[in-house]
């Protein structure tokens, strides 16, 4: 899947279209048995079972992650920009703006290659990789033109049942960042943004902003991974920050700072990256890996969002995906979605206030108060309601406490009532 990322407001181009880059795993030379298929739980990496294939889509995502920084020159090229402009951006401002939000955890370096020249933006991708030493974690090439940019996290696979096992390095892993030198000073969020698809970072967005028939993958102006971008286009310079479920993702929200919703009834109070305490909440759906996450964003000088858009964020994250089915894993990782729960092309209803909720596949999330940084939550509801005609009703008897589901996560809205439960339901009413 190819496309361009968006760029600013102020610069002229088509709308935008994906600008992820997926290449096909290296084939395995004999299909796995059965009964490992079988037997193969994707989420069984993941302490909390909640991110697909974790040690794979965030390999990369903690410690030191070396870059290997190349220029190429490609036809009609006009943008004369200097390694050390190159380097002022991604030391100065991109790796700061991980550091922060990993915590420290994960530190992207940045180290000269050389330059190259092809006849298009792919072909630098494979001058790139014929030169460079094989040594690196990932390539960043920047293009001597506008090119808004795109980027690869390689194959996504599980070594032995889907693909051979994948090179560590450059270019045997498949994974760069492509980002045009005339907007790299002007546009800092652009490879940052790249960076983060480098990570296993999917695009955020409403799931209902069309253009000539094709999905806009950029309305979602909160989030870094949706490029900042409202009914007015592009935000200034500024990176904002990336979704709580993300972070996990990458390795670094601990997992007992999550909270896992259990069913019925729970309060939860959430705090933003930079505090101590919950971040993250999510509840599991009936579907394996379809969950609402929930988290809190506040304006902070690292993640400057107009107060305006201060509240608890919520989406829905689905790495089940029955249209990318990959084999039996899903879509982990950078093929992943993370659609705005409720969506809200170029605005921000998916963020909420105080007395505000929002409903996703059968669990209500309503922020209760605000103290500070820290939302007060009640989260009601059951993993396997999602799809009942009944699910205002089973919810509201789930609030007035008067059912309690019928074991752990779930309500089993198609059972039957036995007259003891029916008692027990009388007794509470």
Not at 139 to 165: K, M, Q, R, W, Y
Not at 308 to 332: A, R, T
Request: glycine share 14%; aromatic share 10%; proline share 9%.
């Amino acid at each position: 899947m190819l496309g361009t990322a968006a760029p600013p407001a102020a610069i002229a181009g088509p709308e935008p279209v994906p600008d992820i880059v997926v290449p096909d795993p290296p084939p395995l030379e004999q299909p796995p048995s059965l009964s490992l298929l079988a037997t193969f739980d994707p989420f069984a990496d993941d302490p909390l079972g909640l991110v697909g294939l974790a040690d794979f889509v965030g390999r990369y995502s903690v410690g030191v992650d070396r870059f290997e920084v190349w220029k190429c020159d490609v036809p009609f090229g006009m943008v004369a920009i200097t390694f050390d402009e190159i380097l002022d951006v991604l030391e100065l401002q991109v790796a700061p703006y991980y550091d922060f939000w990993s915590g420290g955890a994960y530190q992207p370096t940045f180290t000269t290659g050389g330059t190259v020249s092809a006849a298009d933006y792919f072909g630098c991708v494979a001058e790139v990789g014929d030169a460079s030493p094989g040594t690196y974690e990932a390539a960043v090439i920047v293009t001597d033109d506008n090119l808004p940019g795109f980027a690869s996290a390689g194959p996504v696979c599980v070594e032995g049942l889907t693909c051979v096992e994948l090179p560590r390095t450059f270019p045997g892993n498949g994974r760069y960042v492509v980002v045009g030198g005339g907007l790299l000073p002007t546009f800092p969020q652009g490879i940052t943004h790249e960076i983060g698809h480098s990570i296993h970072w999917p695009h955020s967005y409403s799931g209902e902003s069309f253009e000539g028939g094709v999905l806009i993958e950029y309305d979602n102006p909160i989030d870094l991974m949706s490029g900042n971008r409202d009914e007015d286009g592009f935000s200034p310079p500024a990176s904002y920050g990336t979704l709580a479920f993300n972070r996990y993702a990458a390795g670094w929200i601990d997992p007992g700072d999550v909270v896992v919703f259990g069913g019925g009834i729970e309060t939860v109070t959430l705090r933003p990256a930079d505090g101590a305490g919950k971040q993250l909440l999510v509840a599991p759906t009936a579907r394996p890996g379809v969950m609402a996450a929930a988290g809190v964003r506040v304006t902070r000088p690292d993640d400057p969002i107009p107060a305006s858009y201060e509240g608890v964020e919520v989406y829905l994250v689905d790495q089940d995906c029955d249209l990318i089915d990959v084999n039996f894993m899903g879509c982990p990782g950078i093929i992943s979605l993370r659609l705005q729960a409720p969506p809200s092309p170029y605005g921000v209803g998916h963020v909420l206030q105080s007395g505000e909720y929002a409903v996703v596949e059968g669990t209500r999330i309503s922020v209760s108060g605000r103290s500070g940084d820290a939302f007060a939550l009640r989260v009601v509801g059951f993993s396997d309601i999602g799809g009942s005609t009944f699910v205002d009703d089973i919810l509201w008897l789930a609030d007035e406490d008067i059912t309690k589901g019928c074991g752990g996560t779930l309500f089993c809205p198609g059972d039957d009532v036995t007259r003891g439960q029916m008692a027990a339901f009388l007794v509470r009413a």
